[in-house]
């Protein structure tokens, strides 16, 4: 007959070595499941904080959990009771996945992180650009962003939420953080979009495909077609010798479809959160793995195409200590025009927003 144990007693004290084996006796139901080690490549713990658990944050923190990256993950949502259900949700896909701690949280709570992710705010409605959205949005970050940095000043904070370029310079300004550890998301959604456009008409893993949007996270972003390639052959050579049409026509429209992505996708199911938690859980990846990746990620840049203190999109090295360098691409013309143009745009939205902060009576 097999002996019933309560899990939660005393070991028996004349049993040291079965005391040893049980000292990590199992948890009260609900509470989180037990925590991974730390990294064991960096020693590190691998805690990430996600303020703002609606659609984008509580998928990011999905693709987290069955990656296996995270040690610990806290759920911080101006909704707490939302932030609960995830974490309780969440916490019953562990047995299937890995152990890992998860939690609805506190600001306080950041303290520790590796990393915070900020996908807290307004989404985007149907019809509104991004930079509409602004006002509400900022408003939001000076919430949130000071009670972050005062957590954890030693984390790395990635911006999602949009407009994330305006965003990302409205946390850097608010973290009091240096620049290397402040960056958001920027175009890597719109890079990915782009190389699966060009995948699917040019017949190959758009994981072969080497291409990027730049600048804005928007309208004005900028497709560099002078740099794009498949196997280092520029796309102008590899559509020649593999008889695929590349007329300025099929370029405007791959690009068109790219840009325009949002907008289709949120008239069709309201939001769009499984590509963007990817390219996070990718952020994520190449900094808790110190993988020095290039990622095109929107941070300040300074002295490029006459471009200044604006936060915009680069191809970025990205490692442990968070954006390592970023990638001043020799562009067209033509590009270098349509990236100062989206700087233009950037900084207008800036300083509509600085004259807003000035000229509220609150
Ligand atoms: N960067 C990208 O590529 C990309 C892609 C898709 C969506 N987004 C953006 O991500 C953001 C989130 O989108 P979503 O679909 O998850 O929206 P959502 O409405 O589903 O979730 C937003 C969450 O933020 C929370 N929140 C609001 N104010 C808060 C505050 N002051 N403190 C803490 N939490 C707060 C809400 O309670 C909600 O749970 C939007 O701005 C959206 O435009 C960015």
New binding site residues.
């Given amino acids: 007959m097999t002996e019933t144990v309560d899990p939660v007693a005393p070991p028996p004290a004349e049993a040291p070595a079965a005391e040893a084996r049980h000292s990590r006796r199992r948890r009260p139901t609900g509470e989180p499941s037990m925590a991974r080690e730390p990294d064991y490549q960096t020693g590190r713990p691998t805690k990430i904080a996600i303020?703002?658990?609606?659609?984008?944050?509580s998928t990011f923190a999905y693709t987290l959990l069955l990656s296996g990256i995270a040690s610990e993950i806290v759920l911080?949502?101006?909704?707490h009771e939302?932030a609960e259900g995830e974490a309780m949700d969440l916490n019953h896909a562990v047995p299937f996945a890995h152990p890992t701690k998860i939690c609805a949280g506190e600001y306080a709570d950041c303290e520790g992180a590796a990393i915070t992710v900020i996908?807290?705010?307004?989404?985007?409605r149907p019809g509104e650009t991004?930079l509409e959205?602004v006002k509400r949005?900022a408003a939001?970050f000076g919430?949130?962003v000071p009670r972050v940095a005062e957590a954890n000043p030693e984390g790395i904070i990635v911006v999602?939420?949009?407009p994330?370029d305006v965003l990302t310079y409205v946390t850097l300004n608010l973290a009091g953080l240096p620049a290397h550890r402040v960056f958001?998301?920027?175009t890597?959604?719109d890079t990915a979009r782009f190389r699966y456009m060009l995948s699917e008409h040019l017949g190959v893993d758009p994981r072969s495909v080497h291409a990027y949007i730049i600048g804005e996270?928007g309208d004005s972003e900028v497709p560099v077609w002078s740099l794009a390639n498949v196997a280092g052959m520029r796309l102008p050579s590899f559509c020649a010798e593999n008889g695929i049409p590349l007329s300025p026509d099929t370029m405007e429209r791959i690009f068109r479809q790219t840009r325009d992505a949002?907008y289709e996708i949120i008239s069709r199911k309201g939001?769009?959160?499984y590509a963007?938690a990817a390219?996070l859980m990718r952020i994520t990846e190449a900094i808790l793995r110190d993988q020095n990746t290039v990622l095109s990620i929107s941070s300040l840049v300074t002295d490029y195409y006459g471009i200044d203190n604006i936060c915009l999109s680069l191809p970025t090295v990205i490692s442990r200590r968070g954006i390592e360098r970023v990638l001043r691409l020799d562009l067209s013309p033509r590009e270098a025009r349509g990236v100062r143009k989206s700087a233009e745009v950037l900084r207008q939205t800036i300083e509509s927003l600085e004259v807003a902060a000035a000229t509220d009576p609150a």
């Fill in positions: 303020v703002g658990v609606g659609m984008v944050g911080i949502d101006a909704n939302r996908a807290a705010g307004v989404g985007q991004r959205l949005n939001i919430q949130i999602a939420t949009n994330v958001g998301s920027g890597i959604l996270h949002a939001a769009s959160y963007v390219g």
